[in-house]
């Protein structure tokens, strides 16, 4: 069974910068469509960004210019690089991997909370 892994999440004050990581395991395939979303507090679960096996990077809106996704393919490991971070990026982060020629992605991670004082 797939599991994913992340690593990362905290507390930190406005204006700073984490990064999470999320590593795959016990996959027969090596991941290329990943993604991370996240979910604030009372709210549904949205997509803060994704990259696929054309290393296409996409974002929300309200992180573009802030967040960086990457991608280590050897490790199976996706990146969150967050900088300048705001109260209203307050959620738990899920990373999220799609299986080869699949359109949903079908795995996910258990969650890293990441807290931002303002």
């Known amino acids: 069974q797939v599991q994913l892994v992340e690593s990362g999440g905290g507390l930190v004050q406005a204006g700073g910068s984490l990064r999470l990581s999320c590593v795959t395991t016990r996959s027969p395939f090596t991941p290329k469509d990943m993604a991370w979303f996240r979910q604030p507090p009372g709210k549904q679960r949205e997509l803060v960004a994704a990259?696929?096996?054309?290393?296409?990077?996409d974002y929300a809106d309200s992180v573009k210019g802030r967040f960086t996704i990457s991608r280590d393919t050897a490790r199976r490991t996706v990146y969150l690089e967050m900088n300048d971070l705001k109260a209203e990026d307050t959620a738990v982060y899920y990373c999220?991997?799609?299986?080869?020629?699949?359109?949903?992605?079908?795995?996910w991670g258990q969650g890293t909370q990441v807290t931002v004082s303002s």
């Open positions: 990259i696929n096996s054309g290393d296409i990077m």
């Open positions: 999220a991997v799609k299986a080869p020629y699949r359109s949903i992605y079908e795995y």
